[in-house]
């Protein structure tokens, strides 16, 4: 008798832990979904920049042919740079 109550106990102690751990993965899973979804935003964010940048580059150079340009960015941390140059 205290055998099955025993095993009947570590049974359902087993089936709650597992029910956990799938609930504990469901949110996880869901967290890193969200932030990848805001890393996304972010790169597309920060590509719209470098784009606007470039492009108001380009029509400076077009717009003041006769004038120069130049100019540099240096990010050494992380071995970032962007130089542009219109002559």
Known sequence: ????????????????????????KQKADNFLVECDGWF???????LTIAVATA??????CVVYQGKAFTGNW?????GVSVKAECV
Not at 40 to 46: E, F, Y
């Open 74 to 78: 240096d990010w050494y941390k992380w």
């Open 1 to 24: 008798m205290n055998t099955m109550y025993l095993q009947s106990a570590i049974t359902s102690v087993a089936v709650a832990m597992k029910s956990a751990l799938a609930v504990a």
């Open 40 to 46: 996304l935003v972010l790169m597309a964010v920060l």
């Open 55 to 60: 492009t108001a580059l380009a029509v400076w």
